[in-house]
């Protein structure tokens, strides 16, 4: 699943809430965007299965 984020923030690291409550490494890949800003690529299990809901925290370097 490939994902556009605008801006120039670097990404830190991103974590995905496991069904059991605790967050967990999400499992991702980022490059540069052609339009600019953040390719984000979500990898493996990290992939939202069709018709779920799944919540992700985002940490971005100042």
């Not at 990404?11 to 600019?36: C, K, R």
């Not at 992939?47 to 799944?54: A, D, G, N």
């Amino acid at each position: 699943m490939s994902l556009w984020l605008p801006g120039k923030r670097q990404i830190v690291s991103l974590e995905q809430l496991g069904h059991d409550g605790n967050w967990q490494a999400a499992d991702y890949m980022t490059s540069d965007h052609p339009d600019g800003g953040i390719r984000l690529i979500l990898k493996g299990d990290s992939v939202p299965q069709h018709l779920s809901f799944e919540t992700f925290r985002l940490c971005a370097a100042d």
